[in-house]
């Protein structure tokens, strides 16, 4: 707490990490669906095909990166949990070693020796456990992974991304259009969703807006151009 009304700059670290993994997983849509797309586009392939395949993608994408992320953050978890549980049991049988393992690191950080020893053994007395966990293990207690959290996120942050090009494609009217103008307005579309969501997430952590909105849609260009030409070989006219 901070009585002074004028020292009021709050830290982003914090929210980098959802926000992180939010543009992640529309950028992940995006990129895909309007890759996968442009590729069944500049196939041939008929309308209601290429619509049915996006569907697909969304719904195998959603479901691909929610399991992903799952098994990623689940074993984090697990891993965080035994270290929590070994660590506890150290306490339980030396404390004394684990008092003055607590001591000594504080040493490292600047304190000197008396008053090392007395805020370890205040936050021994304090939360031993929490204590360890954050200053020997690296492990915030409040802030343990959570899977399914994780898991629903990416899966609805991929939708939202995957969406707007399944809604370009839907809106341009493709058969009228033809491929060619079809795969320019799906492209552009995509690398313009992309540089704004690249843009946004630099923004709100305070890094630089224009590079990260073009290393982004660079990608996505990258990504489009690599299916279109596995579309145009693939050449199905259906
Ligand atoms: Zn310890």
């Keep these: 707490m901070n009585a ?4 009021n700059h709050e830290h982003i670290v914090h ?13 992940d849509g995006i990129i895909s669906i309007s890759s996968l797309l442009v590729g069944m586009v500049s196939s041939g392939a008929a309308a209601p095909v290429i619509l049915a395949a996006g569907v697909a993608g969304l719904v195998a994408g ?22 929590l549980a070994l660590e506890q049991r150290h ?24 008053l090392a020893r007395d805020v370890a053994v205040a936050l021994t007395k304090h939360d031993a456990l929490g204590a360890h966990a954050q200053d020997e293990l690296g ?13 629903f996120a990416s899966a609805l942050t991929f939708t939202a991304g995957g ?22 307005t799906l492209a552009g579309a995509s690398v313009v969703t992309l540089f704004l ?3 946004a997430a630099a923004k709100v952590s305070n890094a630089r807006v224009l590079r990260a909105g073009l290393r982004v849609a660079l990608w ?7 299916s279109a030409l596995v579309g145009l070989a693939l050449d199905v006219k259906l």
């Design 197 to 199: 969501t690249g843009a």
């Design 15 to 27: 929210r980098i990490g959802w926000l992180r993994a939010a543009t992640l997983g529309a950028n």
């Design 62 to 83: 959603a479901a691909s990166m929610a399991a992903g992320e799952w098994v990623s953050v689940k074993s984090q978890a697990d891993a965080e949990e035994a270290e």
């Design 220 to 226: 996505g260009t990258v990504s489009m151009g690599l």
């Design 91 to 114: 306490i339980d049988n030396n404390p004394k070693q684990e008092l003055l393992e607590l001591q000594s690191l504080y040493q490292k950080r600047g304190l000197p020796e008396n």
């Design 139 to 151: 492990i915030t207690l409040h802030s343990v992974a959570k899977p399914m959290q994780a898991a």
């Design 4 to 7: 002074n009304p004028a020292y």
């Design 163 to 184: 969406v707007v090009p399944l809604l370009v494609l839907l809106l341009a009217q493709y058969q009228t259009l033809g491929s060619k103008a079809t795969v320019f």
